[in-house]
């Protein structure tokens, strides 16, 4: 088995890297592929508490390259899914902690055995970056419908450009409000990716579900009826090759506007 | 009409109950949060606790009998600190014959232990003999044994295993007492055995051999004791 090894980034942090990896990561295994998702933000780990992991590690990514323990050993096991595995990174250490081509011999490893390896990348475009892209050759550039985040994103682009081992690269539009594009207080998801000149792989709606289910320490995958979710599942499809419509995320959110959906539906019913 | 009614009706207990659930997620992302916060804080991690919980386990049971499935260890936040709560299911206490003989066979093992590395510093093929010789000796009776293969150290673990063998033969006046309890901990020996198996699936099948032969001379143990136990009535 080869497996794919993606590198999720965005150069901007809290555009939602991390929210990203863990529900394609859930989405992916819950399709039946066999995940190994890598956190490399050594120092600021956050995907553990995203999957509800935070208790149950006991190595770190700094521990395998040190030879304290197996690669297997560090592997985190999901605790819905066991196709589902966490390599963690280390709260204690900086990004110095880890090297490029060991991450990369790290990724070659775990390659044989799994589907697919999914790397959640820090923010900025130092040692960190260049660690989590360097055994990668997909990536997913995360972005938001924001100016500072539009810029970051295309300077990511032309950094991955430049890299021979990154075949291809997509876009992925986070935290889209309809609301707003309706008014024209925010860019439409066609101007980003007009301006970034970018294939998109997934639109993901503004969602305060994802407030809570990173409260519950469960990514929103699991939860079939919210939206972002729905969105995430349909990104998941299209990594796996299928030829899935974006999805509309103009849909009546909070509960006044489904009472007005609904009685709107009812009148054009009646007529 | 009726769906319609139905469909406004589910909403607004949908809109309800929402609003509870999001509360109720609130405070779990501040439990979690707290307690992440506290061991980044103090650098604690589970490997850490686990072997605090298993040193725990060892020194506790030498005074009381206790449900070791059960037992807790854990780090609270309280006031800003971070407090160990630990909670031991108590069975009862231990006697003082079985506490003193507990501590005799703790000290025995030390002697052991100290011997065995003066040993393997002298010549290191005698202990591969040692280790045919305990195989057929050992018997499970005391507490020691449940927890010392946290380190996976299959050499340790033999030890302990010996080291029981002498404890036993120290408390065998209550017989009737002993089995009881003997009840109650193999249930949790064989429940803790299965969880280390599975989390050592990738260690070398040495320690797994060893909980086998362990099972059966449990087995054959315990039909001798009740033979015994016939013979007294």
Known sequence: MTGRVLVITSGKGGVGKTTTTANIGTALAKAGNKVVLIDTDLGLRNLDLLLGLENRIVYTIVDVVEERCKLKQALVKDKKNPNLCLLAAAQTRDKTAITGEQLKSICEELKEEND???????????????????????????????????????????????????????????????????????????DVVEILSCKLIGIIPED??????????EPIVNDEKSLAGQAYQNVAKRIMGEDVEFLDIDQPQDFISKVKAFFLNLFKKEA | MKEIF???????????????????????ARNRLKLVLMQDRTNLNPRLLERLRGEMIDLLSKYVVMDKELLELNFTPEDDQLALMLSIPVIRAKDEEEIEAALKAEDEEKERLAKLAQEADED?????????????????????????????????????????????????????????????????????????????????????????????EEVKEEQNEENKEEHQE
């Open chain 1, 116 to 190: 697919f390896i999914i790397i959640d990348c820090p923010a900025g475009i130092e040692q960190g970056f260049e660690n989590a892209t360097a055994g990668a050759s997909e990536a997913i550039v995360v972005a938001t419908p924001e100016m500072s985040a539009v810029r970051d994103a295309d300077r990511i682009i032309g950094l991955l450009e430049a890299k021979e081992h990154i075949e291809k690269y997509n876009l992925l539009l986070n935290r889209v409000r309809p609301n707003l594009i309706k008014t024209n207080d925010m860019m439409s998801v066609d």
């Open chain 1, 208 to 217: 305060t579900g994802i407030i809570t289910s990173t409260n519950k320490g």
């Open chain 2, 6 to 28: 139905a469909d406004i009706y589910n909403k607004v207990v949908d809109f309800f109950t929402k609003t509870e659930e999001k509360d109720k997620t609130k405070d779990v």
């Open chain 2, 124 to 216: 290191e093929d005698d202990e591969a003999d040692d280790d045919n010789n305990e195989d057929d000796e050992f018997e499970n009776d005391t507490e020691e044994d449940e927890n010392s293969d946290l380190e996976d150290n299959s050499q340790d673990n033999e030890e302990t295993k010996e080291a029981s063998s002498e404890l036993s033969e120290n408390t065998e006046e209550h017989p009737k007492k002993k089995k009881k309890k003997k009840h109650k901990k193999k249930k949790n020996q064989q429940l803790e055995e299965n969880v280390e198996n599975e989390e050592n699936k990738q260690e070398t099948s040495n320690t797994s051999e060893q909980n086998e032969n362990n099972n059966q």
